[in-house]
């Protein structure tokens, strides 16, 4: 660990971030457009490539509205056969370097039958139904507690800033738990109706792991879904990537104008 966090410092010499974002599919332009220093994670030592389209796959320092950002241009999925440790890794090394809060994004299902495609949800709670935990093994005292508590692991004063970012540029949003499953095939009828029994609104490949390292570390999370299509049995339509990456894009003006007005407040 000290390797890497030495590395990206030198890159990135003087800046300290304090601010994390990870970017879901389809969502990588907006580290395109504040840019200021990248580095592609097959550089960074520790760090693994990203192969899933729409995950360019490198880390992006940035000066934003005041805030110094540091973005996850693509991340690491379970289903890419990494193991938890290799996917969290990334939150860990961003702790190091100063990390207090993170944005964590992604492209979701809509498992609640009020949503629709298109929508952006801010995750009040997750069900992490990936059979694993990401802090499972040693424990790095210096990083956080063997035993952490989960009971707000989406900052609820993030998630009142968030609304409220939301509501001055007029965009509408819900509010939901988000369900995590490891992928990488969809979910079946059968299991999209279990989750929304359970208290799912929205389901997914990722994030989970990120919040729950993240808040095992100390950083207060905030997590958005852009829900880019029904979730299986909602509609009889098949599922597949593209409209993932097609619906992303058709919200992502929202979504980069949605993030700007938050940093301005977090």
Do not use: W
Not at 37 to 55: A, C, K, L, M, T
């Amino acid at each position: 660990m000290n390797l890497t966090v030495n590395y990206i410092k030198e890159k990135i010499r003087d800046f300290e971030p304090e601010i994390g974002i990870i970017l879901g599919s389809g969502l990588g332009e907006f580290a395109d457009t504040y840019n200021m220093i990248s580095i592609p994670y097959s550089e960074i030592p520790g760090f693994e490539n990203s192969q899933v389209q729409g995950h360019k796959g490198q880390l992006v320092f940035a000066e934003i509205n005041g805030k110094k950002v540091v973005m996850m241009q693509g991340r690491y999925h379970f289903y890419e056969g990494y193991s938890m440790q290799t996917v969290t890794y990334p939150v860990k090394i961003m702790k190091k370097l100063g990390v207090k809060t993170l944005i964590v994004t992604n492209a979701a299902g809509a498992v609640n039958k009020t949503f629709i495609p298109g929508d952006l949800m801010f995750i009040t709670d997750h069900i992490n139904f990936m059979g694993t935990n990401p802090l499972i093994g040693k424990n790095d005292d210096t990083l956080g507690t063997r035993f952490p508590d989960m009971s707000e692991v989406y900052s609820k004063k993030l998630i009142n800033i968030a609304e409220q970012a939301a509501q001055e540029l007029n965009i509408s949003y819900k509010k939901g738990v988000y369900v995590a499953t490891t992928g990488p095939s969809y979910e079946t009828p059968a299991e999209i109706n279990m989750f929304r029994t359970l208290g799912g609104d929205a389901v997914g490949m990722s994030t989970a792991p990120e919040a729950i390292v993240a808040n095992y570390c100390g950083i207060k999370v905030l997590g958005i879904s852009c829900l880019t299509n029904y979730a299986a049995g909602v509609t009889e339509n098949p599922l597949n990537h593209q409209e993932v990456i097609d619906t992303a894009n058709k919200v992502k003006d929202n979504f980069k104008n949605l993030l700007l007005n938050i940093l301005k407040t977090i």
